[in-house]
């Protein structure tokens, strides 16, 4: 298993895995911010020279950098990771990276564990506790460098959810790129009234909350996202327009509310548990069934993979 | 200034009220459902066998039942309202409170309290502090009833806006019906996909939070506002589908972004605090201004308003 692993870009995620992996292995950090470098070299961390440095001689790279710059560092990486070190990200969009042709043993990833805060003064070891964190399974993804992949990530807490690629990218346009959207346009909505800005409470500030985020961060989850992104987008716009003409014609938005409850109650169910062989012949198959299915894989062990399912 | 206070609807609003007036005042309740009366009465609180009874004798009478409950109330209190007393109401809409009609010295009000938790469970005496508390100036609101309103709403930590009910409920569309309907087309739109819902994180939950409200009551809130709404919608709609558009053509969205974030800044801002006369000649105008443009009164003293605006 890894014995040393590089995180490059210590923002709020890349720098709570490198305090986190940092307990019990060792771990090295690299970020193109001189200013962040000494942040995280204070905090008593080891920092690497530069990115070819850094990754020199470890066994697993993290990509954590922001998605704009994704295709620069990939194109460094070329040359500078070593031949066998598995190489993963945390890019809140999966197609694009993959489309970049990462080099390496490359396992796409994604931590659902961002907040609307960002930088490394915002990074907590425990941030991953609990949270939901994809392993992409394309074709071609080495299914050793996955399980080993998934071991790290269910070891510091986190719930691995297998899935291809393009399934992320749907879902998280449903789930991310949707919420950022539809918290913007709240938020902008209500920029003409100051009576109403003065009036802003609960629902207003739940919200409008992750319209907090760092402008530039949010726009990359969905301009980066686009193919889903505007599908999705299309759908709930049908949804509102649906409402909107119902109330016109003065029908009640309780159906709505009712369908809405319910699907909230699907949140956090208490799933099932059972194992899954290690060795099982259809083993990718298998994960990205139980993925599909809302289920995830709590431990990784040398014979089997410990799972839920809801 | 009231002595004896009637709270009719002991839910998360009526109950938090009646538990911070019993405090200081005489303060009775009254609910429909008789275990809410038993819960009430066990936690030691004063309550009525009836409305009419629970009424009489009071100098102030708050409606704090559901919207759709509202008209049958306010017939009931045409008879058994005594003659002076103030009522006032924390109904989430005011425009159709008061084509209703209510009797007595009627004053509008909307407590920006809510959460997504409700009945007297949930009650907290606290709820009100810093809270904004509409209190409306309308044709024909007496405006000595509106400043003892405001002195009792202030003097319980909430900060009273002044508003016209039609610029509320314009008002209320836009941080609290629109954002309900958001909340419900987000939770909807991921209903169909398990593996979305496995995924769901701070900004599904942050942005769906306010559909987990009791479904009667949000659909209340949004149907009995219908006008503000639909107008709202129409807006949110157009906004959504520019964005849609223009993600459709390659561009970004981070204009979108850049002009939330700047919003969300508005939000809490240190004021500027003065003092306005009481006897101001034009009082009823300048407190519908300072509302309008954000402000709200946070003292009503025997000689002043103590008033802060953004």
């Known amino acids: 298993m890894f014995e040393r692993v590089a995180v490059v870009g210590l923002g709020l995620i890349g720098g709570s895995l490198l305090a986190r992996?940092?307990?019990?292995?060792?771990?090295?950090?690299?970020?193109?911010?001189?200013?962040?470098?000494?942040?995280?070299?204070?905090?008593?961390?080891?920092?690497?020279?530069?990115?070819?440095?850094?990754?020199?001689g470890a066994d697993l790279v993290v990509l954590a950098v922001p998605l704009p710059a994704i295709p620069g560092v990939l194109d460094e990486l070329r040359t500078a990771l070593p031949p066998t070190a598995v190489l993963t990200d945390?890019?809140?969009?999966?197609?694009?990276?993959?489309?970049?042709?990462?080099?390496?043993?490359?396992?796409?990833?994604?931590?659902?564990?961002?907040?609307?805060?960002?930088?490394?003064?915002?990074?907590?070891?425990?941030?991953?506790?609990?949270?939901?964190?994809?392993l992409c399974l394309d074709d071609g993804t080495d299914t050793a460098a996955w399980l080993d992949l998934a071991e790290l990530v269910t070891g510091i807490g986190a719930a691995v959810v297998p899935a291809t690629a393009e399934a992320h990218d749907q879902a998280v346009a449903l789930v991310s790129g949707l919420p950022h959207l539809f918290a913007a346009t709240l938020a902008n909505a209500a920029a003409g009234s100051e009576l109403a800005l003065s009036l802003a409470a609960g629902s207003f500030r739940d919200g409008t909350r992750v319209a907090g985020t760092r402008p530039v961060l949010a726009a990359a989850l969905c301009d980066w996202n686009r193919a889903a992104l505007t599908e999705a987008?299309?759908?709930?716009?049908?949804?509102?327009?649906?409402?909107?003409?119902?109330?016109?014609?003065?029908?009640?938005?309780?159906?709505?509310?009712?369908?809405?409850?319910?699907?909230l109650q699907l949140l956090d169910r208490a799933g099932t548990r059972f194992d899954l062989p290690r060795n099982d012949p259809d083993l990718r198959g298998r994960l990205l069934d139980l993925g599909a299915a809302g289920g995830r894989v709590l431990a990784v062990d040398a014979d089997r993979l410990r799972c839920e399912s809801p």
């Open 90 to 134: 945390v890019a809140s969009v999966k197609g694009p990276v993959r489309a970049a042709d990462p080099p390496g043993r490359y396992v796409g990833g994604h931590p659902m564990a961002g907040t609307e805060f960002s930088g490394f003064g915002a990074a907590d070891p425990d941030l991953f506790a609990r949270a939901a964190w994809v």
């Open 21 to 56: 992996l940092a307990t019990d292995r060792s771990a090295v950090g690299f970020d193109s911010d001189a200013g962040t470098r000494a942040l995280v070299r204070d905090a008593g961390f080891e920092v690497g020279p530069d990115l070819a440095g850094t990754v020199a």
């Open 233 to 263: 987008m299309s759908d709930a716009i049908g949804d509102l327009i649906a409402i909107r003409d119902s109330l016109v014609s003065g029908r009640s938005t309780l159906a709505e509310f009712d369908r809405a409850n319910a699907v």
